[in-house]
């Protein structure tokens, strides 16, 4: 429900564990926040001396900030983490479908005020990173490196279409149904090439689909609603900032072709596959995922890498970047 500005300060909340499988490694702060009237709720994970800027973690539609219970141990190198379940997903506040990225982008940038991070490391993954970049275009001054996974330039068209079809399951209560094809649409299917843990996490995904509630559902709903209400890239200025995209080589959602295409229109982007993952590649290949992000976002080199295809520079020539190698103009790094 939306909350009252008044009567819903920013809290410090008792931390809940909701799986011991995976502690924390540094100091743990969940805070409820509010903006405009909507509460929603951020996970800190500080270390002692972190070694840069924050890492600010965006998840997909269906992640919330407790899906990167597994991630945090690993990613912390790259220093303090956040994590946050924005209004409209997770715990948070539902919020009405004519709320758009603008107003998701914004909800960062309060975040980032309310916890005094001047600048940070930004991650978004699949919905998260459209959010990631519209809000590096509107705060370009808040961004030290900006990570793009699973993104395009525009919503596939057999997901848009889709959408109605959904909308009309949701109502009838055919939730077998819907959850067996957002599997299947997130997926990569059979014979497209060897996907690491790719059943147990067709599982998972189907799992998590059938426990929604009501609320999940309801959430579910507008978020399809907003996807297809409000422009989903904007051909707007990025700051030359380091930028990787990066997305499973056998993703048939976003596909590869499309994270090309997003690396090409962003300066200074460059572009990767992981080896043996599709769409869920943060999930399949935790701790690879983890060393992508932890040497980028520190400034290490990633060719060489054993679990990622040639990095490439798809994008227009500029001055090389901390920690990425320097490019050639619209092909591949020179060895």
């Given amino acids: 429900m939306r909350s ?5 300060p920013a809290t410090v909340v008792p931390v809940p564990r909701p799986d011991p499988r995976f502690p924390a490694q540094g100091q743990v702060e969940e805070r409820t926040l509010v903006f405009e009237g909507f509460a929603y709720h951020c996970r800190i994970v500080r270390q002692d001396s972190p070694p840069g800027d924050p890492l600010v973690l965006l998840g997909g539609s269906s992640q919330n900030r407790y899906a990167w219970l597994r991630h945090e141990k690993l990613l912390s190198a790259s220093g303090t983490i956040v994590t946050v379940d924005l209004p409209g997903y997770g715990d948070a506040d539902s919020l009405p479908a004519s709320y758009g990225l603008d107003f998701l982008a914004a909800c960062v940038h309060h975040m980032m005020q309310e916890l005094d991070v001047r600048r940070a490391n930004v991650i978004g993954s699949c919905f998260g990173g459209a959010i990631a970049l519209r809000y590096v275009q509107q705060y370009p001054d808040l961004v030290a490196k900006l990570g793009l996974v699973g993104m395009t330039l525009a919503i596939p068209e057999d997901y848009a279409a889709a959408v109605p079809r959904w909308e009309h399951m949701l109502a009838r209560g055919d939730r077998a149904q819907i959850a067996t094809e ?13 996907v690491h843990k790719h059943q147990a996490v067709s599982r998972l995904l189907y799992g998590q689909f059938m426990a929604q509630s009501e609320d999940d559902i309801n959430k579910s709903v507008e978020h399809n609603s907003r996807l297809m209400r ?31 295409g997003v690396a090409a229109a962003l300066p200074a982007a460059a572009f990767t596959t992981i080896k043996h993952a599709d769409h ?47 490019q050639v103009a619209g092909g591949q790094d020179a060895d």
């Fill in 280 to 326: 869920l590649a943060p999930v399949e290949r935790i701790p690879e995922f983890c060393d992508l992000i932890t040497r980028f976002c520190t400034g290490r080199p990633l060719t060489g890498l054993p679990y990622i295809n040639d990095i490439e520079r798809p994008g227009r020539t500029v001055q090389p970047c901390s920690g990425l190698p320097s």
């Fill in 4 to 8: 009252d500005i008044s009567t819903a």
């Fill in 182 to 194: 957002l599997v299947e649409r997130f997926m990569s299917p059979p014979g497209t090439g060897p």
């Fill in 230 to 260: 409000h422009d989903w890239y904007r051909d707007q200025p990025v700051p030359e900032v380091p930028i990787l995209v990066c997305t499973g080589e056998f993703d048939t959602l976003c596909t590869p072709a499309m994270g090309r």
